[in-house]
């Protein structure tokens, strides 16, 4: 068995990080809604602010998934959390225990910041990642709908 490894994203991964997301996309049927510049991505990820962070996991020294991730804020536990914004893996490498990694790494993480809450959204037609998440004691949270302002309605509204 080939040994997996978890390790930060550095400015050289930004094209496998790119790969990863089209192909999360791909696999989301949402490849119409990757509209992201390489360039941009990279300085977002790694320049002078980084916007967020990014786990690669590897098995066997390769590339074969990712975790991009963010801080949030918890104003009723009065704590920071950590914000999974995407968890991908390769399907060649599925089930072999790479995905669990990256989100056991990511849970180690937000105990070592003192995090109040790792959170994420799932698509509710994707059944075998919700098992899997609930295989690790993650709950869904009822009465809670996510909201969106993007586009033109973001231009208009902050322009207001």
Not at 44 to 69: M, Q, R, S, T, W
Not at 134 to 152: N, P, Q, V, Y
Request: aromatic residues 10%.
């Amino acid at each position: 068995m080939l040994r997996i490894s978890i390790r930060p994203a550095t400015r050289d991964d930004v094209a496998t990080i790119a790969g990863f997301i089209r192909a999360l996309a791909v696999y989301e049927k949402l490849e119409h809604e990757v509209r992201f510049d390489e360039a941009e991505l990279g300085a977002n990820l790694f320049g002078p602010d980084p916007k967020a962070e990014v786990l690669i996991g590897e098995i066997g020294g390769v590339a074969l998934g990712f975790a991009l991730f963010f801080s949030i804020f918890s104003t009723f536990e009065g704590k920071p959390g950590i914000w999974l914004e995407d968890l991908f893996v390769q399907d060649q490498a599925r089930g072999q225990g790479l995905g669990k990694a990256l989100l056991l790494h990511l849970a180690g993480l937000a105990h070592g910041r003192g995090c109040a809450r790792l959170e994420w959204s799932v698509l509710d037609w994707n059944a075998p990642s919700i098992a899997f998440y609930r295989s690790l004691g993650a709950k869904s949270l009822d009465g809670w709908m996510t909201m969106r302002l993007e586009g033109g309605a973001l231009d208009r509204t902050g322009r207001d």
